[in-house]
T-cell receptor, first 113, second 115 residues
Framework: GENVEQHPSTLSVQEGDSAVIKCTYSDSASNYFPWYKQELGKGPQLIIDIRSNVGEKKDQRIAVTLNKTAKHFSLHITETQPEDSAVYFCAANSGAGSYQLTFGKGTKLSVIP | ETGVTQTPRHLVMGMTNKKSLKCEQHLGHNAMYWYKQSAKKPLELMFVYNFKEQTENNSVPSRFSPECPNSSHLFLHLHTLQPEDSALYLC??????????????FGPGTRLTVL
């Protein structure tokens, strides 16, 4: 089955700096890679996703890149703000066309004002 | 109510108790999921229902028993749990299509403590 590794497990940045979180996956047939943000006391919420037919996607301060050859994808947050502080999870679907997701262990991001 | 709701939000139970967790989605989705979230571990998929039919049971102990009476409701029945079952239990739903790339919407979770 699919295996997703996520690094780092914790990340502290100064407000205004950029944050990068990286994930690798094992199943070359996976074709959907979402990123979720989980705030304290809430369930995970999708912030951006990418499909295997594109290499990069941006949404305001958030971007995701995908390298299918190397089987890794990354989340980039620019101009970080205190409200970006949360736990971020990457995920990959369990093979092409599968609607089930395998998640990474999460990255706790702290943005220091 | 909108999105995915879960009740109760917090539950404390003894090892001999029987309790149930409830999930309801108001999004018109056709797939529902139970996940277990423990500290420092990835979200663990427990069960998947697609059009009310269970399509995945991820080697979950029989002390967890899911029920999906319709596409909008999902239950997790609990009995004779162990302290290591203490965790946040998350429900999610999605619209399943052939592309396999469908956003899962999560509820806020039930924080379960087993004494």
């Amino acid at each position: 089955g699919e295996n997703v590794e996520q690094h780092p497990s914790t990340l502290s940045v100064q407000e205004g700096d950029s944050a990068v979180i990286k994930c690798t996956y094992s199943d070359s047939a996976s074709n959907y890679f979402p990123w979720y943000k989980q705030e304290l006391g809430k369930g995970p919420q999708l912030i951006i996703d990418i499909r295997s037919n594109v290499g990069e996607k941006k949404d305001q301060r958030i971007a995701v890149t995908l390298n299918k050859t190397a089987k890794h994808f990354s989340l980039h947050i620019t101009e970080t703000q205190p409200e970006d502080s949360a736990v971020y999870f990457c995920a990959a679907n369990s093979g092409a066309g599968s609607y089930q997701l395998t998640f990474g262990k999460g990255t706790k991001l702290s943005v220091i004002p | 109510e909108t999105g995915v709701t879960q009740t109760p939000r917090h539950l404390v139970m003894g090892m001999t108790n029987k309790k149930s967790l409830k999930c309801e989605q108001h999004l018109g989705h056709n797939a529902m999921y139970w996940y277990k979230q423990s500290a420092k571990k990835p979200l663990e998929l427990m069960f998947v229902y697609n059009f009310k039919e269970q399509t995945e049971n991820n080697s979950v102990p029989s002390r967890f028993s899911p029920e999906c009476p319709n596409s909008s409701h999902l239950f997790l029945h609990l009995h004779t749990l162990q302290p290591e079952d203490s965790a946040l239990y998350l429900c999610a739903s999605s619209l399943v299509s052939g592309s396999g790339s469908n956003e899962q919407f999560f509820g806020p979770g039930t924080r379960l403590t087993v004494l």
